[in-house]
């Protein structure tokens, strides 16, 4: 049996927009049609644009602030920054971009937003439109936001990523390895007048400050802090960088030395000649029976 469907009725538009609104909408218009009239009469010099990404990705702050990395599973995952994807944007010049929050939920918990890029010479545009719960995830486990600015931070951090990706989009895969070259080769290098040995120094001394040791350092790259080279300064430099953001936690870089039994109680190793865990030589608060047991 079929039963008559009932036609939707559609969602009320505004009676009234407001003499802001109408204004800001015209300002809106009006800005697009002089960036692009703009953009077409003083086209980009992809010389200049080129020296520019030298330049500017020859500094060791920018330098610094280019690269992340954080543990996924049982890697690391490796890219570049939003501060890398921005400086190139205007580094190559006539490239607007954006991200905007188009509806919030504080109902459902979410919000919707775009992050968008335009080369206003080329009319390359790239746009996505995505939904941000807010929840923060830790430790395999989910926590509503509820607090106004830890939603804000939640979908700044989200709509940065998607960022990121539309600006490369819209820009030339040569320009991009170029300053990532740029970038790694001031990581390697420093500031080119500091002595290696220094700069190892201040290396040692910098994670020091955070709690990890020479020989969680040495360990991890395979060979002794007077055989480091700029790479693996550069490579220290990013791990740095990324736990100071709270990308990835020093533990998860640097694991805790396991110390065993043997080691915790100040005891060799059991063997056949050495006495067994019964024994009175045995730490009394670890012999079987007396209830200290783990």
């Known amino acids: 049996m079929n039963y008559p469907v009932e036609p939707m009725t559609p969602a009320p538009a ?8 109408a204004v800001e909408q015209s300002r809106a218009v009006a800005e697009v049609q002089a960036a ?3 953009a077409r009469q003083f086209p980009r010099d992809e010389a200049n644009a080129l020296r520019k990404v030298r330049s500017s990705f020859a500094q060791v702050d920018l330098a610094n602030k280019s690269f992340f990395r954080f543990r996924r599973g049982s890697g690391n995952v490796n890219g570049e920054t939003i501060q890398f994807a921005k400086e190139l944007a205007r580094c190559w010049g006539n490239v607007h971009h954006g ?11 979410e919000s919707e937003m775009q992050a968008w890029a335009w080369d206003l010479e080329t009319n390359e545009r790239a746009s996505t439109t995505f939904i941000v719960p807010h929840t923060r995830w830790a430790n395999s486990s989910a926590t509503r936001l509820d607090d106004p600015r830890d939603v804000y931070e939640n979908n ?13 989009t819209v820009l030339p895969s040569w320009f991009r390895e170029e300053a990532k070259n740029v970038a790694s080769h001031t990581l390697q290098n420093g500031a080119g007048d500091v002595p290696l040995s220094k700069r190892v120094a201040d290396c040692l001394s910098a994670f020091e400050g955070i709690g990890v040791t020479a020989d969680q350092i040495e360990s991890k790259l395979g ?3 007077g055989k480091w080279t ?6 220290l430099q990013v791990i740095f960088q990324s736990i100071q953001r709270g990308e990835v936690t020093r533990d998860e870089e640097f694991p805790p030395k396991r110390v065993d039994e043997a080691e915790l109680y100040g005891q060799p190793e059991a063997s056949a000649d050495e006495p067994a865990a019964d024994s009175p030589e045995w730490p009394a608060a670890r012999q079987p029976g007396t209830g200290a047991e783990a």
């Open 223 to 225: 060979r002794p802090s």
């Open 156 to 168: 700044a951090n989200n709509g940065a990523r998607r960022l990121r990706e539309m600006i490369f």
């Open 230 to 235: 700029g790479v693996d300064l550069g490579q």
């Open 14 to 21: 505004p009676s009234f927009v407001g003499q802001g609104t």
């Open 99 to 109: 991200l905007a929050e188009l509806r919030r939920d504080d109902v459902a918990g």
């Open 36 to 38: 692009v009239i703009v």
